[in-house]
């Protein structure tokens, strides 16, 4: 008999059992989209309806998505919708690039992000991170949500520019703070694919921000291939100096370089740090998956000095961050349409219709997990992970547009946890009482407010 305690169900809305009114649902969709959803979006292999937008389609099943993503991936765009919400900040870069750009900017950054290069980054993700810790009290409350931004901002920071920014200290945090409250936001009327002239309320204070945040990043740029004129040998070797060695007739244009610069910033730490935040509040909910962990950490850390061994020394460490990104996937909803009309066996998908391959409700299909809210780690245990068909678990997404920094992500991840879980102890407090809500990302509102203590 298994005797371990029943697992954490964390906090998530229930399914609808009948669809919202007109009204509510823009409500919903501007409020939190992860909302939306009924009992047919966790139970069906696909949902096809014709929805206010036009028709759209939820894929759910592996083959389905696996067909959408891989097998006819040639026949898919980007969404519509997505576009029109990413594009203006992040231009030609690879989220929001595509077709020949996007085909030409993903050769030429895929040297960026072998694994030597992020091998090389471990060194400076574990001094961020030692040097964040250094900065908790033990018996503080902290807000874990905001913090681990804080840290994913730092360790992304040091990464791209190795601190050697054009702009005084603190500004660049804020403005991104800023652009990405006010420009990245679903709009109602993009959603009802509203014209492009009428004015989007959630985005006109955006552009004096944005421009102003563009203006750093060029003069950045122009201050490092200053340095790599003056002395190649001294320039780190950071992700602005590997973009600027992409620059070329082949690769990428001194724009595209400033627009992925934006790119890394907007998709690549504010995920992670969504996933790092409820990890600790999910492990804090199950001590008995802590003790685990915090055992593996406290061995490897005692005889592994070197951080880049630690992603495959740690299984259950990168299980249980595994287990929070399958609850709350960072990005949770993958958009594409048909760019012809397409069938997948008695589904027809319409050209033009929006198709959401949507991890949250994948990762939580009343079909295809077993106790599919609650929190199992060891679902990602070695021996049981081969388990999980590569189309049920998409926190990364899947296909040539698969994310491009996993593997960034999930060494940070699990340095991240070594550091922080083997030297405190992370509790919730009455007030930890966070509720997804989709805005880019899968955030906790309400914080994650926790109680750290130096572990003894
Ligand atoms: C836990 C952390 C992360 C998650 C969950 C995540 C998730 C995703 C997903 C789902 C996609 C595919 C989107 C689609 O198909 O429409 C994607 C693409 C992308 N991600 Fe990530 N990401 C993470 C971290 C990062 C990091 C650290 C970086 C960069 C340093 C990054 C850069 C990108 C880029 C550039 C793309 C576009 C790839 C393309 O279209 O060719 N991401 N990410």
């Given at each position: 008999m298994d005797a371990s305690p029943a697992p954490f169900v964390p906090p998530a809305p229930k399914?609808?059992?009948?669809?919202?009114?007109?009204l509510e649902m823009i409500r919903i969709v501007y409020r939190n989209p992860?909302?939306?959803?009924?009992?047919?979006?966790?139970n069906e292999p696909w949902i096809s309806v014709g929805g206010v937008g036009g028709p759209l389609v939820v894929a759910n099943d592996p083959g389905l998505i696996r067909h959408i993503l891989v097998d006819n991936v040639r026949n898919y765009k980007m969404s519509v919708v997505r576009q029109k919400i990413l594009r203006p900040i992040l231009r030609d870069g690879l989220l929001t690039a595509e077709g020949?750009?996007?085909?030409?900017?993903?050769?030429?950054?895929a040297p960026v992000f072998t694994p030597r290069h992020i091998f090389g980054f471990a060194q400076p993700m574990l001094a961020r991170t030692q040097a964040f810790a250094d900065r908790y009290v033990s018996g503080s409350t902290v807000d874990v949500a905001r913090d681990m931004t804080t840290l994913t901002y730092d360790i992304l920071a040091e990464t791209l520019f190795s601190g050697e920014i054009?702009?005084?200290?603190?500004?660049?945090?804020?403005?991104?703070?800023?652009?990405?409250?006010?420009?990245?936001?679903?709009d109602p009327l993009d959603l009802l694919r509203a014209p492009d002239w009428l004015p989007r309320i959630t985005r006109i204070r955006g552009?004096?921000?944005?421009?102003?945040?563009?203006?750093?990043?060029?003069?950045?740029?122009?201050?490092r291939e200053e340095r790599l004129k003056r002395d190649p040998d001294s320039a780190p070797q950071d992700f602005l100096t590997l973009l600027l060695k992409a620059e070329g007739p082949d690769g990428l244009t001194r724009g595209e370089i400033e627009d992925n610069i934006i790119t890394f910033i907007g998709a690549g730490h504010e995920t992670t740090a969504r996933a790092l935040g409820w990890t600790v509040?999910?492990?804090?909910?199950?001590?008995?998956?802590?003790?685990?962990?915090?055992?593996?950490?406290?061995?490897?850390?005692?005889?592994?000095?070197?951080?880049?061994?630690?992603?495959?020394?740690?299984?259950?460490?990168?299980?249980?961050?595994?287990?929070?990104?399958?609850?709350?996937?960072?990005?949770?909803?993958?958009?594409?349409?048909?760019?012809?009309?397409?069938?997948?066996?008695?589904?027809?998908?319409?050209?033009g219709a929006t198709v959401l391959v949507m991890p949250w409700t994948v990762h939580r299909h009343r079909r295809l997990w077993d106790r599919p809210d609650a929190f199992m780690p060891s679902r990602f245990h070695p021996g049981n992970r081969d388990r999980i068909d590569r189309f049920q678990y998409l926190p990364f997404g899947a296909g040539?547009?698969?994310?491009?920094?996993?593997?960034?992500?999930?060494?940070e991840a699990v340095i991240a946890l070594a550091v922080l879980l083997s030297r405190f102890r992370f509790d919730t407090v009455a007030e930890t009482n966070p509720w997804p809500v989709q805005k880019l990302t899968?955030?906790?509102?309400?914080?994650l407010p926790m109680r750290v203590n130096a572990r003894a």
């Open positions: 399914p609808r059992t009948a669809p919202p009114s007109f992860l909302e939306l959803w009924g009992e047919p979006s966790y020949e750009v996007w085909k030409r900017s993903r050769k030429a950054m054009a702009a005084p200290p603190g500004t660049f945090e804020r403005q991104i703070d800023r652009l990405f409250e006010t420009m990245g936001r679903v552009r004096k921000t944005m421009a102003y945040f563009r203006g750093i990043v060029a003069d950045t740029i122009a201050m509040y999910c492990l804090a909910q199950s001590p008995w998956e802590r003790d685990k962990i915090e055992a593996e950490i406290d061995e490897v850390l005692a005889r592994e000095p070197d951080p880049v061994k630690w992603l495959d020394a740690m299984p259950f460490t990168r299980a249980a961050f595994e287990e929070a990104m399958r609850l709350y996937p960072p990005a949770p909803s993958i958009n594409r349409q048909p760019i012809e009309e397409d069938r997948y066996g008695d589904l027809v998908l319409r050209e040539p547009r698969i994310c491009i920094g996993a593997t960034f992500a999930m060494q899968t955030q906790p509102e309400g914080g």
